[in-house]
């Protein structure tokens, strides 16, 4: 079956520990996306690429970094320069980006919690 | 910078009531997108509306977007309770081709 898997769903971190959650997606997307949800509020861009190789900041991308080595997969380390980690983290790709970029295919999410 | 504001934040309804979701953009969109979050999942794509004033229907839920492209409604009809869910648009703006969520309408039916 095609899709987005991110792992791990659960992830408990002590202050000043990075993390890095990991997502892979099937799907022949070019465009993938990192968004962070916290409660009660809409989605926020963190990071976002169109082709393997190349990413940008979104919206909230300080404390931050990512990756995009291969087409499949594009993981997000949450450093710990990043004030208030805690957070649903949701990967998300299209198939490509821009105007016509068509529907965003989510992940199921990580649940991180700074203890 | 482009905000998407959603009204109401909350609504809880009685089943076969009906709800409606509004979506409003500081900016013109070049286009809408609708999705739904059950609770503890994941965002999934319901519609994408294109056109000023466009009307599209799926089942008991109708979607419209505006004639200026700068708000959008979600309505549905004589709600269920697996309509349950926190319902999200996300614009993309013309000026700066970003898809900018909105804060989301979480929607509880009770039976």
């Known amino acids: 079956d095609g899709g987005i898997t991110q792992s791990p769903k659960y992830l408990f971190r002590k202050e000043g520990q990075n993390v890095t959650l990991s997502c892979e997606q099937n799907?022949?997307?070019?465009?993938m996306y990192w968004y962070r949800q916290d409660p009660g509020q809409g989605l926020r861009l963190i990071y976002y690429?169109?082709?393997?190789?190349?990413?940008q900041k979104g919206d909230i991308a300080e404390g931050y970094s990512v990756s995009r080595e291969k087409k499949e997969s594009f993981p997000l380390t949450v450093t710990s320069a990043q004030k208030n980690p805690t957070a649903f983290y949701l990967c998300?790709?299209?198939?490509?980006?821009?105007?016509?970029?068509?529907?965003?295919?989510f992940g199921e999410g990580s649940r991180l919690t700074v203890l | 910078g482009q905000q998407v504001m959603q009204i109401p934040q909350y609504q809880h309804v009685q089943e076969g009531e009906d709800f409606t979701t509004y979506c409003n953009s500081s900016?013109?969109?070049?286009?809408i997108q609708w999705y739904k979050q059950r609770p503890g999942g994941h965002p999934v794509f319901l519609i994408q509306?294109?056109?000023?004033?466009e009307v599209k229907k799926q089942k008991r839920l109708t979607f419209q977007f505006g004639e200026a492209k700068k708000n959008s409604s979600l309505h549905i009809t004589a709600t269920q309770t697996t309509d349950v869910g926190t319902y999200f648009c996300?614009?993309?703006?013309?000026?700066?081709?970003?898809?900018?969520f909105g804060t989301g309408t979480r929607l509880q039916v009770f039976p």
């Open positions: 998300a790709s299209s198939i490509r980006s821009g105007f016509n970029t068509g529907e965003l295919f």
């Open positions: 799907l022949n997307h070019d465009a």
């Open positions: 690429s169109q082709i393997v190789n190349d990413f």
């Open positions: 900016t013109t969109l070049s286009n």
């Open positions: 509306l294109v056109k000023s004033g």
């Open positions: 996300a614009g993309r703006s013309v000026d700066t081709d970003k898809l900018i």
